[in-house]
């Protein structure tokens, strides 16, 4: 017996990523386009990386607030009143080491071993792996791909809940498929909570990221104070921050002192200096963001035009987001596709499986790069799509 085989079966079972299986094939390639990971291609804005230089210069590298120093939930607090046109207190967000930290003390404070979690896929992975290291039962529940996009059907969801359920894991606007809940699909999502005494963690980490106009519809639209919902979030891709693993979660003021806990006994708090940065992105960062997305949007719609004319690409014109997820006609196996296209197209692309159930059969593009790059990497994969 192998020291693998004593450790505890969750942590050993933890999935592999199937993202960083291609990129690790693919990265060293000269002239590769890397089209895999969920991030844009522009370094951190000077405005955020100068002020936690200052704050660096200024020796704020000391133990700090568990739950983010003052200045910076205040800041969240004025930059979710600007977008979500609702009044908030500093003691409804605690700063966490990105998203991911939020999601893992969501998953903590809702669910143990035993119980079930329910998220939507195809599905950005962490949620289902982090879930499943704590013990909880991942349970996919499967999103409709039809000629007017991606849909939840909401009775699908419903017959998904046993007695074990504990939460619901709402990714909306969505990585990968760029499905986002309108106001009537949220609403449904949350009668269902209320019926049956579930937690809600609400991921909506691009609600910016909309192609829209404003904003996309957000749980804080039909909430009430009492309702059970905890929302995560990321600096990672609005700022261009993804390195610096910085994000929030928003909970309940009765709730702060036990997430205060949880930072206390994971991360001990977020490093002070890299707070500077934070509040600047939020404070001087809506127009970055909007030029983001002009770009991204300009790039969708470069990929969808150029795969498109192709004739055998099935896919929804995402709205919201900025990934493409799309099937291609002849293509077998997407997994062997993805490290195929590396091999003769030079363009790094995800393969769907790596997006948990329902992810069979297709693939994900990250469009948020240079629109010459992505131009140039739309027409390579049309040229390996029409030689399959």
Same mark, same amino acid.
């Given at each position: ?5 004593? &450790? %505890? ?14 990129? $690790? ?11 895999? #990971? ?38 969240? &607090? ?45 599905? =950005?992975?962490? +949620?289902? /792996? ?6 909880? !039962? ?9 000629? $007017?996009?991606? #849909? ?37 999502? *949350?009668?269902?909570? %209320? ?34 919902? *905890?929302?995560? $979030?990321? +600096?990672? !891709? $609005? ?10 979660? !928003? ?7 036990? +997430? ?47 795969? /498109? ?7 929804? &014109? ?30 790094? &692309? ?33 040229? =390996?799509?029409?030689?399959?």
């Amino acid at each position: 017996m192998s020291l693998i085989d004593l &450790v %505890r079966a969750e942590a050993r079972l933890a999935p592999v990523s199937g993202i960083e299986a291609v990129a $690790n094939y693919g990265r060293d390639r000269a002239g590769l386009i890397p089209l895999w #990971s969920g991030e844009g291609d522009m370094p951190t804005p000077a405005f955020i990386s100068d002020a936690a230089a200052r704050g660096l210069a200024n020796g704020e590298t000391f133990y700090t607030w568990q739950a983010g120093i003052p200045e910076l939930r205040q800041a969240i &607090v004025r930059y979710h009143q600007r977008h979500f046109g609702r009044t908030f207190g500093a003691d409804e967000f605690i700063v966490t080491v990105g998203g991911m930290q939020a999601i893992t003390m969501a998953l903590e404070a809702t669910a143990g071993a035993g119980d079930e979690a329910l998220y939507l896929a195809p599905a =950005w992975p962490n +949620f289902a /792996g982090a879930a499943g290291v704590a013990g909880v !039962k991942p349970v996919p529940v499967l999103l409709d791909m039809t000629g $007017n996009g991606w #849909s939840c059907d909401i009775e699908r969801v419903a017959a998904a809940i046993t007695p074990r359920t504990k939460v619901i894991f709402v990714n909306s606007p969505s990585n990968p498929t760029g499905w986002t809940a309108d106001r009537e699909t949220l609403q449904a999502i *949350l009668d269902l909570a %209320r019926k049956h005494g579930l937690w809600i963690v609400a991921d909506e980490i691009y609600a910016l990221f909309y192609y829209g106009g404003g904003r996309a519809a957000s749980f804080m639209d039909i909430m009430e104070p009492e309702d059970k919902i *905890l929302f995560v $979030n990321t +600096f990672s !891709k $609005n700022w261009a921050m993804t390195g610096w693993r910085v994000g929030w979660l !928003k909970t309940h003021p009765s709730l702060s002192r036990m +997430f205060e806990n949880l930072v206390q006994y994971s991360s001990s708090g977020v490093a002070q200096f890299m707070q500077r940065g934070a509040i600047a992105a939020l404070d001087e960062g809506d127009g970055f963001i909007a030029e983001q997305v002009a770009r991204a949007r300009q790039a969708r719609d470069i990929v969808c035009k150029v795969l /498109g004319d192709t004739g055998r690409v099935r896919f929804c &014109v995402p709205p919201a987001a900025f990934y493409l997820f799309f099937a291609v006609d002849g293509m077998k196996d997407a997994e062997k596709g993805a490290f195929d296209i590396v091999d003769k197209a030079a363009v790094g &692309v995800a393969p769907g499986t790596a997006f948990c159930a329902g992810g069979e059969g297709f693939l994900r593009l990250c469009f948020h790069r240079r629109l010459d790059q992505v131009e140039e990497a739309s027409h390579r994969l049309a040229k =390996w799509i029409r030689e399959l």
